[in-house]
Structure formats: structure tokens, C-alpha cells
């Protein structure tokens, strides 16, 4: 099954500094790898998203690569904010009706004023 | 903006006990999901559910769990004869369609005794 590992654990940043995390994925049949910032207590929410036919995408002050021959995506957060700080998630998904989306473990990113 | 609502926000039981989660998913979303994230860890899927039947379930998904949708706008998952290793977060998601982005809820906190 698919397995998606998640680097780095913690981040910490100066406000105004981007944040970069990275994921690899080991099943080559996902296409779907969606981003989710989960703050204390809530559940996760949904930030990015990026599906095999691209390379990058890109909303305001995220983007999200995938590089589908190495089978690895990251989350590019530019000009941090206090408010980014949280614990984001990676996850992959194949094309099939009803999968799973699987998770990495999840960075808590901290972004200090 | 239409969200995934789950009752209740926090559930104490003895061990042993049955419990019943429930979540009303976003009423036109037709794939719906349970996860769970046991404190500090990632977001592990459950199970999930499509045209009133599971479409897929992890290995975590045994038989003290089930799920059902009893009418038109509820989702249960059930626990049976709860353990304390089943004390967790348990998150409901659901999607308009396969490979698009899930939209959790808030979860329930569950707590075995």
C-alpha cells in the first residue's frame, strides 16, 4: 500500500521567512496529494491541492510542486505569518472510487513575530 | 459556507462499552470517510462509504467497527466493546466525488476508561 513520509517534524521561522515541506510517496498509481493545516483541537483543513497533470500550483502565498519521477511534492509557504503556525499535513490519494486518503505524520511549523 | 458537523465534540466511556459517532456530512457529497488520529500522531484512515456500502477499509477497520448512514443526512461509526487503545480523535470526512478534496469535520474526541 501507499506510504507517505513527511520531512521536516518541526519548523521554526521568522516572521516574513518562507517554509518549505517536503513529502515522498512510494505508490505510483496516486495522483491526488492534497495539503491540510490543522490547528489545537480542530480538524484538518484543506489548503492545497495538486493532481499529477501539473507540476505546480500555486494561491496567494502557497504553492505546491510534484515531481511524479521522484515521487516526492512539497508545500512552499512565503512570507510567513504568526497565524501560519500549525501542524500541516501531506496526504496521497490514488484514482479510485471511495480510497483513502493516506498521511504523513505531519509538520508543526512555528512562525515567531 | 456548508461544512461536516460531528456530535458529540467529546465522548468519555468505560471500556467495554459501545459507543456511536455520529456526523452529518455536506448534504450533496456522495463519498464519505472516517479517520482517526490518536493524540500526537498522524491522520490514519478508517473506512470508507459509498452507495450505502463500504468501499474500502484499513486493516485498523476490524470487526468492533461499523458504520452506517440510517438515513438521509446522518453517518454513524460504531464502536463495540471499546478498548483504550480506540481513545483517539475521530475525524469524519466526505467528497462530491473520488479524487477530489475531503472536507473533515471538527471530530470527536473519545476517551476509554
Given at each position: 500500500?501507499?506510504?507517505?513520509?513527511q520531512?521536516?517534524?518541526?519548523l521554526?521561522?521568522q516572521e516574513?521567512?518562507s517554509?518549505?515541506i517536503?513529502?515522498?510517496?512510494?505508490?505510483?498509481?496516486?495522483?491526488?496529494?492534497?495539503w491540510?493545516?490543522?490547528?489545537?483541537?480542530k480538524?484538518?483543513?484543506?489548503?492545497?491541492d495538486i493532481?499529477?497533470?501539473v507540476?505546480?500550483k500555486?494561491?496567494?502565498?502557497?504553492?505546491?510542486?510534484?515531481?511524479?519521477?521522484?515521487?516526492?511534492?512539497s508545500l512552499?509557504?512565503?512570507?510567513?505569518?504568526?497565524?501560519?503556525?500549525?501542524?500541516y499535513?501531506c496526504a496521497?490519494?490514488?484514482?479510485q472510487?471511495?480510497?483513502?486518503?493516506?498521511f504523513g505524520?505531519g509538520t508543526?511549523?512555528?512562525?515567531?513575530? | 459556507?456548508?461544512?461536516v458537523?460531528?456530535?458529540p465534540s467529546?465522548?468519555v466511556t468505560?471500556m467495554?462499552?459501545?459507543?456511536?459517532?455520529r456526523?452529518v456530512?455536506?448534504?450533496?457529497?456522495?463519498?464519505?470517510?472516517w479517520?482517526?488520529q490518536?493524540?500526537?500522531?498522524k491522520?490514519?484512515?478508517?473506512v470508507s462509504?459509498?452507495?450505502?456500502?463500504?468501499?474500502?477499509k484499513?486493516?485498523?477497520?476490524?470487526?468492533q467497527?461499523?458504520?452506517e448512514?440510517p438515513?438521509?443526512?446522518?453517518?454513524?461509526?460504531?464502536?463495540?466493546?471499546?478498548?483504550?487503545?480506540?481513545?483517539?480523535?475521530?475525524?469524519?470526512?466526505?467528497?462530491?466525488t473520488?479524487n477530489?478534496?475531503?472536507?473533515?469535520?471538527?471530530?470527536t474526541?473519545?476517551?476509554?476508561?
Amino acid at each position: 500500500g501507499e506510504n507517505v513520509e513527511q520531512h521536516p517534524s518541526t519548523l521554526s521561522v521568522q516572521e516574513g521567512d518562507s517554509a518549505v515541506i517536503k513529502c515522498t510517496y512510494s505508490d505510483s498509481a496516486s495522483n491526488y496529494f492534497p495539503w491540510y493545516k490543522q490547528e489545537l483541537g480542530k480538524g484538518p483543513q484543506l489548503i492545497i491541492d495538486i493532481r499529477s497533470n501539473v507540476g505546480e500550483k500555486k494561491d496567494q502565498r502557497i504553492a505546491v510542486t510534484l515531481n511524479k519521477t521522484a515521487k516526492h511534492f512539497s508545500l512552499h509557504i512565503t512570507e510567513t505569518q504568526p497565524e501560519d503556525s500549525a501542524v500541516y499535513f501531506c496526504a496521497a490519494s490514488s484514482n479510485q472510487a471511495g480510497t483513502a486518503l493516506i498521511f504523513g505524520k505531519g509538520t508543526t511549523l512555528s512562525v515567531s513575530s | 459556507e456548508p461544512e461536516v458537523t460531528q456530535t458529540p465534540s467529546h465522548q468519555v466511556t468505560q471500556m467495554g462499552q459501545e459507543v456511536i459517532l455520529r456526523c452529518v456530512p455536506i448534504s450533496n457529497h456522495l463519498y464519505f470517510y472516517w479517520y482517526r488520529q490518536i493524540l500526537g500522531q498522524k491522520v490514519e484512515f478508517l473506512v470508507s462509504f459509498y452507495n450505502n456500502e463500504i468501499s474500502e477499509k484499513s486493516e485498523i477497520f476490524d470487526d468492533q467497527f461499523s458504520v452506517e448512514r440510517p438515513d438521509g443526512s446522518n453517518f454513524t461509526l460504531k464502536i463495540r466493546s471499546t478498548k483504550l487503545e480506540d481513545s483517539a480523535m475521530y475525524f469524519c470526512a466526505s467528497s462530491s466525488t473520488t479524487n477530489t478534496e475531503a472536507f473533515f469535520g471538527q471530530g470527536t474526541r473519545l476517551t476509554v476508561v
